[in-house]
């Protein structure tokens, strides 16, 4: 009930075009759902992050999706650019005043030029 | 301040022995955590200090591992008599905040341990 879904694995998108990434979770005690980019040998940096009472957030070319009823949670990326390709993650939390984030397993996206 | 520091950024063991690494917050956060991410996985949570005290501990750290915060400012991370499957990424990160406020957390460069 703790794990966070993630998909796909991974993910090659033309320059220019969308990318998407979907995340399912079980545990409805989760309120704060963030999204991370990495880069290889780099720690993860937060991307964009949403609360469940909003169905969308949009930040830049970064947009979340949030649907509470099927527990599913997405982020579009417009436009996509080379230096967009790493990896990302999808997390989950409940808000007990710290963030012991669930992570899901990540995907690593590419973006041809 | 240019963020969460890490070190050592890599380090290559031999089965059996300690190992410790050490993680500087952002200053003024009073927020600190421990994750550790294996390859082609997420962060798993390890531990969370708020200022000195050591508030939740993972099943995952195991008597083996202990984590410290001596003052409220660094932390470091020892592992003691390591095994091969205590390799992984180990990564720091550290937030402000107060009360139930969640707030972003900034994660540092990581020290990459490999135990061989």
């Known amino acids: 009930q703790q794990q966070v879904k993630q998909s796909p694995q991974s993910l090659i998108v033309q320059k220019g075009g969308i990318s998407i990434i979907n995340c399912a979770y079980e545990?409805?005690?989760?309120?704060?759902f963030p999204w991370y980019q990495q880069f290889p040998g780099k720690g993860p940096a937060l991307l964009i992050a949403i609360r469940p009472d909003v169905s969308e957030k949009k930040e830049g070319r970064f947009t979340i999706s949030f649907n509470k009823s099927a527990k599913q949670f997405s982020l579009h990326i417009m436009d996509s650019q080379p230096g967009d390709s790493a990896t990302y993650f999808c997390?989950?939390?409940?808000?007990?005043?710290?963030?012991?984030?669930?992570f899901g397993t990540g995907t690593r996206l590419l973006v041809s030029p | 301040d240019t963020g969460v520091s890490q070190d050592p950024r890599h380090k290559i063991t031999k089965r059996g022995q300690n190992v410790t690494f050490r993680c500087d917050p952002i200053?003024?956060?009073?927020?600190l955590y421990w994750y550790r991410q294996t390859l082609g996985q997420g962060p798993e949570f390890l531990t969370y200090f708020q200022n000195e005290a050591q508030l939740e501990k993972s099943r995952l750290l195991s008597d083996r591992f202990s984590a410290e915060r001596p003052k409220g400012s660094f932390s470091t991370l020892e592992i003691q008599r390591t095994e091969q499957g205590d390799s992984a990424m180990y990564l720091c990160a550290s937030s402000q905040g107060a009360a139930a406020l969640v707030t972003e957390a900034f994660f540092g460069q990581g020290t990459r341990l490999t135990v061989v």
């Open positions: 997390a989950a939390t409940v808000n007990t005043g710290f963030q012991k984030l669930v």
């Open positions: 545990n409805t005690a989760f309120d704060y």
């Open positions: 200053s003024e956060h009073n927020r």
